[in-house]
């Protein structure tokens, strides 16, 4: 179990690293123009300046699960940035959801490989 962990962590680490260098540097060849509900959901996402905030997340998060540290915390700040990416291929641009939904379940296989860092956060009172 344990070697698979640290492949499927490593698998999604280099993923989030590489997607957001990607962003940042243009790297990957010219992508094309939005057209439809796609143009219209990113120009709406555009008018707020939160795209570049969440790649900074993801190179982050993908650097803290390449070297194996705060990943607890890496799997719990890209899991609401998976279920964004997920809704907008399920709604929107549906040819890569399978990839995506991927994603997803491999961060939720390392949450799961480190479900007891995440014990505290469910109990009835705090700890003391």
Known sequence: MKIAMIIVRTLLGAMFVFASLAYFFKFGGPQPAP???VKVYMDGISTVPILPII?????LC???LLVGRF?????VILFPILINIILFHANLEPKQLPMIIGLL?????VAYYYRANYKGLFAAKPIQ
């Open 55 to 59: 790649k900074v997340l993801e190179l």
């Open 62 to 64: 993908g650097i803290a």
């Open 35 to 37: 057209t439809g509900n």
């Open 105 to 109: 379940l491999a961060d939720l296989f």
């Open 71 to 75: 990943v607890p915390l890496a799997v």
